[in-house]
Every structure is written in structure tokens, then in C-alpha cells.
């Protein structure tokens, strides 16, 4: 991109300025954090007061010289959030808590200015813009709207509050999550406390022993230290014999920040009290319809529909998977067995899925190390999109020394985009979960300069390398990084040329995990499975038998699986719609009202997950939960145009892939949702697939 003198390169050698291209992770300090977003905002301000005095409405004059301002204050925030999420230290946290108010305020004068919306109305009226520019102008609009530029005075003072306010409520969330997940260990010592616990949990206890000072802690010998994060609690819940010590971990898990200095509670209260405000000042009766206006889905009707399709056809078969599992205790001699608690259920369901299909999630490790996965993946993606995917390492500096990069690269081998790869848990630095991010985003609006590249940041949460081991993966380890990959090719497939509308930037939120959650049916097929499941040590193929198993488990207590999203969905809509933040009802009252028809085993009394539900009060996921689901449809029924044409019919699997890639994940944010949909399967979404692949349907 050409330079304008609105965003001249800074001066200053503080790397949170350099404002463009590849970050030098090598080189960022807590301490730079302050002075450099100073200096930006001050920088960024003056220009967007000149632009104010000089814009034409016009797309050259007024959204393109905005998207500079915008992308640099991007390259700076994106650069510290991503480090929020993968190095976060107390030095850090404070510095961006000192200056987030800064960068709030900014945004929400970029947002609100009247002259650049006022801009954007007349732009829209123009007649030569292409449909990307056009989807661009209208977010603009929309999202000024959203943003109160309409508000006046008093009204649009409050707002402003509020936003702030929200902004630091959701980081203390997080915050509080992350500590109080932190604060929970458990210390076994003896073999009576290790009874069941398989040996990869063991070396990664140990190992979290050591880090925890122990020094001469063993996978063998102990002291093995369990942990809240989910690579040791998960499989803890499911594989310990000591129902006293998985109540144990279990109560801890579902009442984090739910007490003390951490109490999430009251930030849930206040949270939700600011977000009914602020919808109503903008004019929406509640927030959830603020939610849905910038939705693919037409309204909060339509979700609440989708979930009660989706209830009503999971609801029987989730008792029914209830009553067969205490069946099975008591077939096993389980003295619980008439009386299966929460923390009973993943172990019982862990062992019955072992007797019903001989399938142990650990006995599967050997045959996913991270390598061959990799490969396999790059494989499909060769396979289905033409394009090529080879290590890069060493052409970007990296933030911690597991993170890997890769290029990607066309039928004709020229460079279409990069990404980072951060497998591991580092559960002292690193957030949980799975993520992907725009690092660079696509973008050729000077038809006389190359393209710019993007860069994705995929990041997730697997087991480390562990005793001289490759990092061994569970299969949901795998479908987790198909799913994050899923996501990074939208991102870097993209054919998009204005940012703005760039790989997923302005696709609606519900249609967001379309190619993510596409990507994860890839890791039940035949070849793709068989090309990348292969025994670390011997290299053998995964057993015949044991792909029959998998494919058999897949949706092995599928009901229960698709109630407890729905709860969660649901729940988020309700407290986000018909919730009174000041009347008689808490939080708890909707918990539990609604879990009367979604659940099968009610919660316990104490059970706060809602202080821990980060992805509503901590991320963007406020009245979108339901996203999931609504994107789930899209992305089974697209899945589907391969079944259709025969998933091992080489040549119509290619083409359809193309298709795929010309449409899905080349258009982006370019296209309503649906209209990108219809252009690939050519006709709308149908719930049919989504109910056949969960088990809920015959074909
Ligand atoms: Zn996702």
C-alpha cells in the first residue's frame, strides 16, 4: 500500500509502532506497551481530524484513507491482544489495563464521528462500487448506527460509559477465569490417588508438578499435580477411579470464579444490566435483537426456533443415553450407579464407550504425533483447494520457541499467504481454548503494487512433547486444529482485495464457523484419516478396526452432546432477551428454569459455569452462542455436496472443492452469507444434514 502523509511511518523504534507487516515478536516489552499507544493515539487522532476537514464521499477519499487509519491502530491492538492470549504476564495485564481506556475512547471516536458517516450515506448512493465495497459501506453505516452516532448529549455520553465500562468488565472476567483457574491444584502422591489415570495424564501431572517446584517429579513416581486446565482435567474426570477426588476436581472446576477477590457473579449482573442499556438507548428492546441485527440469522424468532428444532429432536435420545449409561454401571457393580452424579458421568461414559466400541481416546494418542497430523491436513488441503503448504520456520520471529510457520502456496507455486502455528498448553501464559486470528489481512488496493499477504495466528491447547515424545493428540485434539484451520484458509484463501471485507472480516458472526466447523468432517475420512493416522514410534496405519470404532463412537450419547450446547445457546439468548437485570429473577432463576427442558441432570445447586462462560461475558460470543449451531447447519450441509457426489470420487470431490474455495472461502465478507451459501450448494441451507451426521436422523 501506498503511504499517505495520514499514516506516515512513526519515527519512534518502539516496536508496538512499526504499524505494518510481520511483528518482531523478538523484540516486544511490556514496558513499550504505554508509550507506544501514547504516541499512537495521539498520532492516529490528528489524522483522523484532518481526514475529517479533507474527505470527499468517495471511496478514494473517504473509505480507503480510513482503512489506513484503522489498520494501523489494528497492527498495534491485534499485536497486544494476541500476546494477551499467548504471553500474558502480570506486567502486561497491567499495561493493557492502563491502556485500554485510551484505545476504547479512540475507537468509539471513529465510530461515532458524523462526518464520516454522514460520508459513508451519500458513498452508498454511488453507483460503480463492486459488491465488496458496497457490503463495506453498508457495515460502516451499520455499524455507526451501532456505535451511537445517532445519540446526542446526555444519551450519547451514557453510551460511551457503558462501552467503557463493558470493556473493562469483560477484561476482569477473563482475568478472574484465568486466575482462579490458576489458584485449583491437586497433589497426588500415592498410587491409591492415581488409580485409572492413564500415562499420558501422569507425564503431563508430573510435569506440571515440576514446573510447580518439585523438581524430581516422575511420570512413575510422582508427585503428579492436577490442574483446572483442560488437558488435564478432562481426561482426570474420565479416567480417575476416586469418585471422592473426581468430585473433588469437578466442584472446583464448575465454581471458579464464583467466590472472593475472583467472584464473577456480580460482573455478570452488571454486565448484562450495561448491555440492556445500551441497546435501548439505541432504540432495540433488548440486546439480543442488537445481537442479531448484525446476524446472518432474521431474528431472535429464528434462533430460538433453530434451538427448540434442535431440543425437541435431542431431548429423548439424551435420557435415553442417561438411563442406558446407569444401566451399564450397574452391569459394572458401581455402588453409584442409581445415583450418577455430574462427576460420575464422563467416567462412566468414558468406560462404556470403551466396552461398546473397545475405543480409548489414549490408546489412540500413539497414532496422531503432530507431525503426521500436519501432514495430513496440508494433504487435504492440496487435495481439496489445489494449493500447497511448506514449513517456513525462521522467516518471521516468533513469540515462544514451539511456534512454528508455515507458507502456503497456489497450483502455480506463488506465496498466497502464511500462518503461525502455537500448538501447546502453556497454561501459565497462555489463555485456554483454540484459536485463530487475523495477523495480516489480504489486501491489493493499488492495482500497480503486489498483493499484500495474509497471515493467520492459529493457536491451540494440545498436549505437549512430553519425555522425548512428539506432542501425541487425542482425536479432538485433532478435529480442534482441523476446526482452527478451518477458519485460517477463509482467512488466507480469501480473493477479497479490500480489508474490510477480507477472509472474515464483516461475515456475519452466525456464519463465521462455516469452514471451521466444515474442516472437522475431514478427519472421518477414509483417506484423509488413513494418510496422517500413523504410529509414532513403528509408523503402522491406525487398525482397520479401530477407524470402524471412530466412526461407530462418533455420536456415541449425541443427544446429550447437542442438549448441553443448546442449554448453553439458549441460555445466552434468554439472558440477553426476556432476563430483567433488575427484577426478582437472578441468573440462577433462568439457569435453572431453563434447564428444566435442556437438561436430562439438572445442575447442582452450586454449579456457577456461568462465572467461567468466558465466550458471553469475556469474548464476542454475547446473544451469538448460538452461532455454533446456526453455522453448524450451513457447514454440515456444505459437507454434504461432497457426500452427494461420492466422497471417494476423486474428480467430483476436486471440483467441488474448488467450488468450495471460488465461493466460501474466497468471497468472505464480500457477499451476504446466504448468497455465498446459495452460490456453492445452490439452493438454501436445510437443517437435514446436520441431523443425519449427529446420529439424530437416517439417512
Ligand atoms: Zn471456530
Not at 482426570?236 to 472446576?253: I, Q
Not at 497462555?430 to 485463530?436: E, I, P
Not at 519425555?467 to 486444529?481: A, C, H, I, Q, Y
Not at 442438549?563 to 439468548?573: H, K, P
Amino acid at each position: 500500500m501506498t503511504s499517505t502523509a495520514a499514516t506516515s511511518a512513526p519515527t519512534s523504534t518502539n516496536p508496538f509502532l512499526i504499524g505494518q507487516g510481520l511483528p518482531p515478536f523478538d523484540q516486544f516489552q511490556p514496558d513499550q506497551v504505554e508509550p507506544a499507544i501514547t504516541e499512537l493515539i495521539s498520532d492516529l487522532t490528528t489524522a483522523l481530524e484532518s481526514l475529517e476537514q479533507t474527505m470527499t464521499s468517495t471511496w478514494e477519499g473517504l473509505a480507503a484513507p480510513l482503512t489506513k487509519i484503522s489498520e494501523r491502530l489494528g497492527w498495534t491492538w491485534g499485536v497486544l491482544g494476541h500476546l494477551m492470549g499467548v504471553k500474558n504476564s502480570p506486567e502486561l495485564r497491567a499495561a493493557y489495563e492502563a491502556v485500554q481506556p485510551a484505545l476504547v475512547q479512540f475507537a468509539t471516536r471513529l465510530s461515532q464521528s458524523k462526518v464520516f458517516y454522514n460520508g459513508f450515506k451519500q458513498l452508498a448512493q454511488a453507483t460503480n462500487l463492486s459488491s465488496a465495497q458496497k457490503r463495506i459501506v453498508d457495515a460502516a453505516i451499520r455499524d455507526a448506527e451501532l456505535s451511537g452516532v445517532g445519540l446526542e448529549g446526555a444519551a450519547k455520553e451514557q453510551f460511551n460509559q457503558i462501552q467503557q465500562q463493558l470493556a473493562e468488565l469483560s477484561t476482569q472476567f477473563s482475568n478472574h477465569v484465568l486466575d482462579a483457574t490458576k489458584a485449583f491444584s491437586l497433589t497426588l502422591t500415592t498410587q491409591e490417588d492415581i488409580a485409572g489415570l492413564p500415562p499420558s495424564l501422569l507425564s503431563l501431572a508430573a510435569q506440571a508438578a515440576r514446573e510447580a517446584g518439585e523438581e524430581t517429579a516422575t511420570a512413575e513416581t510422582g508427585p503428579w499435580r492436577i490442574t483446572l486446565d483442560i488437558p488435564s482435567y478432562g481426561p482426570f474426570l474420565k479416567h480417575s477411579r476416586r469418585r471422592d477426588l473426581r468430585e473433588k476436581v469437578y466442584r472446583a472446576y464448575i465454581s471458579r470464579a464464583s467466590a472472593g477477590d475472583l467472584n464473577n457473579s456480580p460482573l455478570i449482573d452488571k454486565t448484562l444490566a450495561l448491555r440492556k442499556q445500551q441497546a435501548q438507548l439505541l432504540g432495540f428492546e433488548t440486546y439480543a435483537d442488537l445481537s442479531i441485527a448484525r446476524k446472518m440469522a432474521p431474528s431472535v424468532d429464528a434462533v430460538e426456533g433453530l434451538m427448540e428444532e434442535l431440543r425437541s429432536a435431542s431431548y429423548e435420545a439424551a435420557s435415553k443415553e442417561l438411563e442406558d449409561l446407569k444401566a451399564f454401571a450397574k452391569q459394572q457393580n458401581a455402588a453409584e450407579a442409581d445415583d450418577l452424579k455430574q462427576w460420575d458421568i464422563p467416567f462412566w461414559a468414558e468406560r462404556m464407550r470403551e466396552t461398546e466400541f473397545d475405543l480409548n481416546d489414549e490408546e489412540l494418542r500413539p497414532y496422531f504425533p503432530l507431525p503426521k497430523v500436519l501432514n495430513g491436513l496440508f494433504e487435504l488441503a492440496s487435495r481439496l483447494f489445489g494449493v500447497t503448504i511448506t514449513a517456513a520456520d525462521g522467516q518471521a520471529p516468533i513469540w515462544h520457541p514451539d511456534v512454528r510457520y508455515f507458507a502456503i502456496a497456489d497450483a502455480n507455486d506463488n506465496p498466497v499467504a502464511y500462518f503461525y502455528l502455537d500448538p501447546y498448553s502453556r497454561s501459565a501464559e497462555k489463555r485456554g481454548g483454540a484459536w485463530m486470528d487475523e495477523c495480516i489481512v489480504r489486501a491489493h488496493t493499488e492495482p500497480k503494487n503486489p498483493v499484500r499477504l495474509p497471515v493467520a495466528y492459529l493457536v491451540c491447547n494440545q498436549s505437549p512433547p512430553i519425555d522425548g515424545k512428539p506432542s501425541l493428540m487425542t482425536f479432538r485434539e485433532v478435529e480442534t486444529l482441523f476446526h482452527e484451520f478451518g477458519h485460517g484458509l477463509q482467512h488466507m484463501l480469501t480473493q477479497v482485495d479490500y480489508p474490510g471485507a477480507a477472509g472474515i472480516n464483516n461475515v456475519e458472526w452466525d456464519a463465521v464457523e462455516l469452514p471451521s466447523q466444515f474442516m472437522e468432517n475431514w478427519c472421518y475420512d477414509r483417506s484423509t484419516l488413513f494418510k496422517m493416522a500413523r504410529h509414532y514410534e513403528t509408523g503402522a496405519p491406525l487398525p482397520e478396526g479401530d477407524y470402524q470404532k471412530l466412526l461407530a463412537a462418533r455420536n456415541f450419547m449425541t443427544g446429550n452432546a447437542i442438549l448441553r450446547q443448546v442449554n448453553f445457546g439458549w441460555l445466552d439468548i434468554e439472558l440477553h432477551s426476556r432476563y430483567q437485570p433488575d427484577g426478582s429473577d437472578s441468573i440462577w432463576d433462568v439457569r435453572d428454569r431453563l434447564s428444566e427442558k435442556t437438561t436430562v441432570l439438572p445442575p447442582l445447586a452450586e454449579d456457577a459455569f456461568l462465572c467461567s462462560f468466558g465466550h458471553i461475558f469475556a469474548g464476542g460470543y454475547a446473544a451469538g452462542y448460538y452461532s455454533y449451531f446456526w453455522a453448524e447447519v450451513l457447514s454440515a450441509d456444505a459437507f454434504a455436496a461432497f457426500e452427494e457426489v461420492g466422497i471417494d470420487n476423486e474428480g467430483a470431490v476436486q471440483e467441488t472443492g474448488k467450488r468450495f474455495r471460488d465461493t466460501v472461502l474466497a468471497l468472505g465478507g464480500s457477499r451476504h452469507p446466504m448468497e455465498v451459501f446459495q452460490a456453492f450448494r445452490g439452493r438454501e441451507p436445510s437443517t437435514d444434514a446436520l441431523l443425519r451426521h449427529r446420529g439424530l436422523k437416517v439417512a
